[in-house]
């Protein structure tokens, strides 16, 4: 994100989302994907601007893997996400705890 917000204006939940959708559509290598996705999720969970939105394409166009490893060492649960992450979202977008999922017999 740009270094000079008051020149180019605060990112918000919307930017981030967006951004990831970008990064999801037009990457060409998984690697990458991934990579800019933890980027924007991280700086999004560090500005108080994880959305129902961002969270989902986090989720969505992650690896399960990846996923559990960021929100793991950013202070969340598998279960739960702390409250500093979506401090800056309107009451409406703020994600729900994140559900269980089950691959090959384990829960993550």
């Known amino acids: 994100m740009k270094k000079r917000p ?24 998984a690697a990458e994907q991934e990579r800019m996705m933890e980027q924007l999720f991280r700086q999004a969970c560090h500005r108080g601007l994880v959305s129902r939105a961002v969270l989902g394409q986090f989720l969505h166009n992650t ?3 990846v996923n559990m490893r960021v929100i793991l060492s950013e202070g969340g649960t598998k279960r739960d996400i702390p409250h500093s992450w979506h401090d800056n979202v309107p009451w409406r977008q703020k994600p729900d705890p994140i559900e269980s999922e089950r691959v090959d017999g384990i829960d993550y």
């Open 6 to 29: 008051d020149l180019h204006g605060k990112p918000s939940q919307y930017i981030f989302g967006t951004m990831m959708k970008v990064c999801a559509r037009l990457s060409s290598d």
């Open 63 to 65: 690896t399960l893997h």
